[in-house]
């Protein structure tokens, strides 16, 4: 079995044709960002501006997301970000429980080449990607759960935030979470390094 690397990761991204959202898109979106940050950051997959520019959060939800994470002072290239899945749903559709499975070896494989201390999950996609099917964004959004050595907070994704403003508030708590721990876990300064 080859060895694990970034390369192999993206040329990995590059030819999968495991499910048929690679089908009309302009662009894979495999992530982006610092690949030594102790946060790794999960969405759910690209929209319109991500499939036209082949990154990450990009579009109006990802503008959103620089300034929730410039307001805990966390600079937007020093965390790596990316999607469950990596293909654009036709219509900014939610990703289909099997085009999540087909994504996951990309996922896991991001995931042990960033061996991240802490993984944010943006959204109900990510959230039931990583922590299960039956998982629900309201009953587990701003709680920590620790996985192989790695905590785990799901809160809303930032395009939920546009579309319902009152979320905002737990949101934000959420954030203020997420940065106590990175200050627990003594890798907020990381972030800075």
Not at 55 to 67: E, H, K, N, S, Y
Not at 77 to 90: A, G, H, L, M, S
Not at 139 to 162: D, E, F, K
Not at 163 to 182: C, E, G, I, N, V
Request: charged share 25%; glycine share 8%; with cysteine.
């Amino acid at each position: 079995m080859a060895e694990i690397t970034w390369e192999l990761l993206e040329s990995q991204v590059e030819a999968c044709s495991r499910c048929a959202l690679c089908g009309g898109i302009s662009h894979k979106v495999p992530g982006q960002g610092d690949r030594h940050s102790p946060l790794m950051i999960i969405g759910e997959g690209p929209g319109a501006e991500e499939d036209r520019q082949g990154l990450a959060f990009v579009g109006p939800a990802g503008q959103l997301l620089t300034r929730m994470l410039a307001a805990i002072e966390l600079p937007r290239d020093r965390v790596y970000i990316c999607n469950t899945v990596k293909c654009r749903p036709p219509g900014n559709r939610v990703p289909e429980p099997e085009e999540r499975a087909a994504c996951l070896m990309h996922l896991r494989m991001q995931t042990a080449l960033l061996r991240p201390k802490v993984i944010l999950l943006l959204g109900a996609s990510a959230a039931r990607t990583v922590l299960g099917e039956d998982t629900r964004i309201t009953a587990v959004r701003g709680q920590w759960r620790q996985r192989r050595g790695t905590w785990i907070m799901p809160t809303y994704h930032p395009s939920a935030l546009l579309r319902d403003p009152a979320k905002k508030r737990a949101a934000w708590h959420d954030l203020q979470m997420l940065r106590d721990k990175l200050i627990e876990l003594d890798c907020y300064g990381d972030i800075y390094r």
